[in-house]
């Protein structure tokens, strides 16, 4: 193992303060100390039997464990029979007492939905006509950057990963908010409309900054349009023609509505009231659910099914080959190709055992979208993946529990049809999610009084004193 240097002095010591020991010694003795971490770090699986600690809050049966109350919204995917059997059924998303799926089916042919949806899980009660317009008004009022902030901020230090450059956005809002540290209700909805206003164009000003400066490619900086949706504006701020149909702004509008709420236990929801309850700014519990969702685990899943569903044309070939298809489902699952982890991605969810409804509504769009886009032979190859993939994990896992596709499998495919990029497949998560966000943020606010502050049991060994 390489020797790092040692620091003997306080001039060596000033120089690390001052950058100028370089990165790569530091990487080295980094290095040289990950043994002590996998080794001191590293508890005994049998240490959480004992201490009845659930890991990832869930318990053994995979419910969540039980961690606050919430009227905003519910996901139902079990019920519980007279005898206490847990039995799995088809599953439910509710916004405030509404299926989600009823609310999409209400909607005109071409009536944009988010903004509605929006008011609902915030304030609790569907708009009428007159609340509608007023908080699209609101809405499209507040869609306006600072002065400069785009090439200030945006345009400065551009990253490949949007999701940080949004959330570096967020945090440098917040300098420009006179009322910062005010923790009324009426701030805070005042500071999440402007922060759900603004997430279309952080995100797509983001992507067009990373673009050019480090893909070479052309700048767009176009202006959003306060007569259009927010599925619309996000369209025309993202292409260099501003220009899309009628069906890819509804698809993109059902998308958001899908992601936007599910439950005050998914990890950003838990994240941004678990920072909430300390009593801190909107900003920065804002860019704390940033943080969470950004992660492979949650919102960067939609990106794994699309690298895996292209690694599988790539070895299928162009026609679609059931037999072929399987083998290569359970070489996956083999950890013989793609990226070796033996995950089937966008099948399987924590909740939904028999179906998703998010998938289910989506697929409806996928469909007329495909058409469209004339990526029938591709829809058919998600569509064999979908019905062979579950029947695999079961034989595999031998589990009872049903296994489903979940809202990832197809929300990649109906970003790629729209032309969007990859690096921007997390951010639309977060244009949606920021409306449940805000919601819970503000039922935190209203009803807890108390930071969350969950126990650790210590396994730490006690050594003397040197």
């Not at 495909?370 to 979908?386: D, R, T």
């Amino acid at each position: 193992m390489p020797r790092t240097k040692k620091i003997r002095t306080t001039k060596e010591l000033d120089k690390i303060v001052t950058g100028v020991i370089s990165k790569m010694e530091l990487s080295t003795y980094a290095a040289s100390k990950k043994y002590k971490v996998m080794q001191n770090d590293s508890i005994d699986n049998d240490l959480f039997t004992e201490y009845k600690v659930y890991r990832g809050l869930r318990d053994r049966n995979g419910k969540g464990v039980l961690t606050g109350l919430t009227g905003i919204s519910d996901v139902y995917a079990i019920d519980v029979d007279d005898e206490g059997n847990r039995i799995p059924v088809p599953g439910e998303l509710w916004y405030r007492g509404y299926q989600v799926k009823n609310l999409i089916a209400g909607l005109d042919e071409k009536e944009f939905g988010f903004e509605k949806v929006a008011y609902l899980l915030m304030f609790g009660d569907l708009p009428n006509q007159g609340e509608l317009d007023e908080f699209k008004y609101q809405l499209a009022n507040a869609r306006q950057l600072p002065s400069n902030f785009i090439r200030d901020v945006i345009m400065k230090a551009s990253s490949k990963d949007i999701m940080n450059s949004m959330t570096r956005s967020i945090l440098t809002l917040a300098s420009y908010d006179n009322n910062l540290d005010d923790n009324s209700i009426e701030n805070n909805i005042r500071q999440s409309i402007e922060l759900v206003s603004l997430f279309p164009l952080l995100a797509a000003y983001s992507y067009h900054a990373h673009n050019h400066y480090n893909n070479d490619e052309s700048m767009y900086i176009h202006r959003p349009d306060p007569e259009l949706s927010t599925a619309e504006n996000f369209l025309r701020v993202l292409r260099p023609d501003s220009s899309y149909t009628d069906l890819e702004a509804k698809v993109l509008d059902t998308a958001l509505i899908v992601h936007m709420e599910h439950g005050g236990g998914n990890n950003s929801t838990f994240t941004t009231r678990v920072v909430t309850s300390t009593g801190t700014d909107t900003y920065s519990a804002v860019a704390a659910g940033m943080s969470s969702l950004k992660g492979f685990r949650h919102g960067g899943a939609n990106i794994k099914v699309r690298q895996m569903m292209h690694d599988i044309r790539d070895n299928v070939g162009k026609k679609n080959d059931r037999k072929k298809i399987k083998k290569y489902l359970i070489d996956i699952m083999d950890r013989k190709t793609f990226d070796r982890q033996g995950l089937i991605y966008g099948i399987g969810h924590a909740i939904y055992s028999i179906s998703d409804p998010r998938e289910e509504i989506l697929k409806d769009y996928v469909i007329r979208l495909a058409k469209e886009k004339g990526e029938e032979n591709e829809l058919e190859l998600y569509e064999m993946v979908e019905e062979i993939a579950p029947e695999l994990i079961m034989e595999r896992k031998e589990t009872h529990k049903g296994v489903t596709p979940n809202v990832d499998f197809y929300s990649g495919f109906v970003y790629e049809m729209l032309g969007i990029p990859l690096e921007l497949y997390t951010p639309l998560f977060a244009i949606a999610r920021i409306v449940g966000w805000c919601a819970h943020r503000m039922e935190e606010i209203t009803g807890s009084g108390k930071i969350i502050r969950p126990a650790y049991k210590t396994v730490m060994e006690r050594k003397e004193d040197q």
